[in-house]
């Protein structure tokens, strides 16, 4: 499928999705970085932690919200309030004593708004595309991701330490064409908004959240999918931390490869591998069924980060990263239109929200490793984290199939009865 079969309203939604990565990949690894200089370790640790609370729920109301209403007026709110907190953040920089305060209130305007908006944009590409195509434009999404993240951490790069005010400038001038992008191109779309069905709405919210929990087979699919992600957030915490402590160093000329340059360039090898492969991939799994495609993909990535756990060679950790990865390529696109397949017309919103749980949880999981790992050998974390992920592929699996198979055996057999 190419660029100019997709409807409208993909495009639009694939390009500023682009761009908003992009601007958020060049501020969010520095934050933590910009609070603890600025004010003090402990403070920065505790408001970050406060803004992942708020990212969480300010998602759930975006679920519903995008449920409720026209998703169009939805985005162009939220882009523009993003716009005004990233000009705020830009302005409160300027005077010599830079107003922390006022940065720091606009940054979690910011995180609010975008978390808002979030679901929306998820929901959109379920709303524009049909099983048929849906893997086909998940597919070219996750390209995109990983492209625009590249992009992003370059660019905050080599902005942030000399250049922070430029950066920050920039960033408001992108994030200013996402709504014009909106209000020009996006097609209000037509949808029956759900209705509300109490009259307190906080109750209406919950109970909208309660059909999604309820979906056993889409909760396990959530479930399933915060196991495997732990996997590979594990990379950035526990075996980053490894590796800093038992990596044993490596030159290359006067060049010395250390723990947390290794750590680097397995990150890096990811990021070029997703952008030179995944058409490569994909043109390969076009040939399997969704089953033997999910599961051959998460075979490879399982054995890939099993390995890379306790691993401590730099041919062994960049061999058993490549199989991963690849094995990432696999089966993502597979899972991605698999599971929004699950979800129904009228809460996609909401369930697309929810089913953002897998990457908080995933995150939650990769943070007790470093926990898990000060009492256990690297050896054992591998089996610990196999285990973790050999529980995910069961549930992913059973949660995205088994009940499609029951489906079709009922179909069939009222068919013949």
Known sequence: MNWKDFEQNIKVRLTTSFFNRAVTSAVMPFMALFFAQEINKVWAGLFLILTVIL???SSLIGGYISDRFQRKKILLLTSFTSTLMFLFMTLSLYPTDKMIWLFAIAYVGFIIS??????????IIIDSTT????????????????????IGAAL????YMNHQKELFILLTFVSATLPIAYKIWLVTEVKDCLEKKHENIVFDLI????????????LRVVIGSTCIFAAEFSLNSYIGIRLSETFDPIKIGNFE??????LSILNIQNMLLVVCLTFIVNKFTDRLSGKKALLLGLGLYGVGYVTVTSANTWYVLIIFNFIATVGELVYSPVRNAEQANMIPADKRGSYSAFAGLSDIGADLIARMTIIVGAFLIPTMMSVY????VIIGIFLLYTGLFVRKD???KEILNKMSS
Do not use: C
């Not at 984290?385 to 973790?388: A, F």
């Open 385 to 388: 984290i196999g285990i973790i």
């Open 406 to 408: 029951i489906q079709s």
């Open 114 to 123: 975008s978390s808002l908006g979030r679901p929306s944009m998820h929901a």
């Open 156 to 159: 905050g790069g080599f902005l």
């Open 257 to 262: 490869i250390v723990g947390v340059r290794m």
């Open 207 to 218: 109970q909208n959240y309660k059909v999604a929990i309820q979906d056993r087979a889409f």
């Open 131 to 150: 099983p048929e195509n849906r893997k086909a434009v998940y597919t070219i999404d996750y390209w995109l991701m990983n492209l625009s993240m590249a």
């Open 55 to 57: 990212s969480f729920f």
